[in-house]
């Protein structure tokens, strides 16, 4: 039994290592492929593994496809999008997320990034507190709860929308739960975004919606890039010049954003949501169990695509 680590931004040496120990431990075989430049190299890796480790590599039907033997992928974090999950069916291939493992060094990023936005940049200039701010959570899982921990370290009043959660699910954790993701933005001065990307919530975040949020708003993005409708952010940052965005995701207008918005607006260079150590130590080992639960035990717990 062979586990696959395919990651062209490699796992800290201490992940590789408590990986290589859950996978060894088991008796199983394990596998490098860091840092390849070519897809040719991943398709040569995935066709003599049972199982791969990745992290935000793309495992499209190609892949899938070449990879004969492989019974499972998991995704080490949260998103699961750079899957082909239909492909991954289709092949009888099992894929699972490591949900939750990244979600602490997530959600320190998107405080990280709100201070550093109050603060103007840190360029110097009087900026604002986050104390008795109110601060919308746009869904409430894993990250979105650690961002409510966070936050209220900080003194700020936290509001919630979940459309899978209930109002009382939420409200039990010292949170205020709205009804509607209009009525989030319209209530809440910061807006702090999980929300995956899916057919209903690519483009999601749109003018109408943003345009509801009160003087002085900021949005905060360490969810995806398909959510945003980046057309009209820059017509809303167009119209409201008290509008600032902060993202771990770098737009595909990011130069004209960057050139346009000075001083209103900020990328990471990559998304950094979970590059912490403890954060990629935990989502590598927890992937190595999982896969190991998986082939001794069957346990499914964590798939995220059809049988």
């Known amino acids: 039994m062979k586990v696959l680590i395919a990651t062209d931004k490699p796992f800290a040496a201490e992940a590789v290592s408590g990986i290589r120990n859950v996978i060894e431990k088991a008796g199983f075989e394990l596998v490098l492929l860091e840092k390849y430049t070519e897809?040719?190299?991943?398709?040569?890796?995935?066709?003599?593994?049972?199982?791969?480790?990745?992290?935000?590599?793309?495992?499209?039907?190609?892949?899938?496809?070449?990879?004969?033997?492989?019974?499972?992928?998991?995704?080490?974090?949260?998103?699961?999008?750079?899957?082909?999950?239909?492909?991954a069916t289709a092949n009888n291939i099992c894929v699972m997320n490591t949900p939750g493992q990244n979600a602490n060094a997530v959600a320190e990023l998107a405080l990280g990034l709100a201070v550093y936005a109050v603060r103007n940049f840190y360029n110097g200039t009087s900026g604002t507190e986050l104390l008795g701010k109110k601060l919308g959570i746009h869904a409430y899982g894993n990250v979105g709860r650690n961002v409510a921990r966070v936050a209220k370290g900080f003194g700020m009043e936290v509001y919630a929308y979940d459309p899978f959660l209930t109002k009382e699910a939420i409200e039990e954790e010292g949170v205020k739960a709205v009804d509607s993701a209009d009525d989030l933005y319209a209530t809440c001065q910061f807006v702090s975004l999980h929300i995956p990307a899916t057919a209903e919530t690519k483009n999601s975040i749109n003018y109408a919606l943003l345009s509801k949020m009160p003087k002085n708003a900021l949005l905060i993005n360490t969810a995806r890039k398909e959510v945003i409708n980046e057309a009209e952010m820059v017509k809303l940052m167009e119209d409201r010049k008290d509008f600032k965005y902060v993202t771990d995701i770098m737009p595909g207008n990011h130069a004209d954003m960057a050139e346009k918005f000075a001083g209103r607006y900020f990328s990471t260079p990559k998304k950094m949501g979970a590059q912490t150590a403890e954060a990629n130590t935990n989502a590598g080992i927890a992937a190595a169990n999982q896969i190991v639960d998986f082939i001794r035990n069957g346990n499914e717990r964590f798939r995220v695509n059809k049988k």
């Open 39 to 87: 897809k040719k190299q991943l398709l040569d890796a995935v066709a003599h593994v049972e199982a791969a480790i990745i992290r935000s590599d793309i495992f499209d039907k190609e892949v899938l496809d070449a990879a004969k033997d492989m019974k499972i992928v998991v995704r080490a974090g949260a998103g699961f999008d750079n899957i082909d999950l239909d492909a």
